[in-house]
């Protein structure tokens, strides 16, 4: 089993940045990519980015420049940065560790964690 909790969510204004934490534990050796998605009230659960096991990073279009995927593997917590909010921005986000080896297959989530971006 795999556990993620992620934090460091709230309240920003537009324009403010968060960084959010994954805290991954339990069985994860091995695991070594890793990916943040968001949900919005009334959408589909969408990705945001993703961290491969040699660090290359995705991130979906609309948010490349203003938010950064990273991890330290001592720590074994992956970060999302998030810089010049937009109230469009709002939603619950959530870690996920995909399907691999490592994971027996199984596709874990985090329970998420609330960013809400207004003034």
């Known amino acids: 089993q795999v556990q993620l909790v992620e934090s460091g969510g709230g309240l920003v204004q537009p324009g403010g940045s968060l960084r959010l934490s994954c805290a991954a534990s339990?069985?994860?050796?091995?695991?070594?990519?890793w990916g943040w998605y968001r949900q919005a009230p009334g959408k589909q659960r969408e990705l945001v980015a993703t961290?491969?096991?040699?660090?290359?990073?995705n991130y979906a279009d609309s948010l490349k420049g203003r938010f950064t995927i990273s991890r330290d593997n001592a720590k074994n917590t992956v970060y999302l940065q998030m810089n010049n909010l937009k109230p469009e921005d709002t939603a619950v986000y959530y870690c996920?560790?995909?399907?691999?080896?490592?994971?027996?297959?199984?596709?874990?989530w985090g329970k998420g964690t609330l960013v809400t971006v207004s003034s």
């Open positions: 961290i491969s096991g040699g660090g290359n990073t």
């Open positions: 339990g069985s994860i050796f091995g695991i070594n990519a």
């Open positions: 996920n560790a995909p399907p691999s080896m490592a994971t027996g297959g199984m596709n874990y």
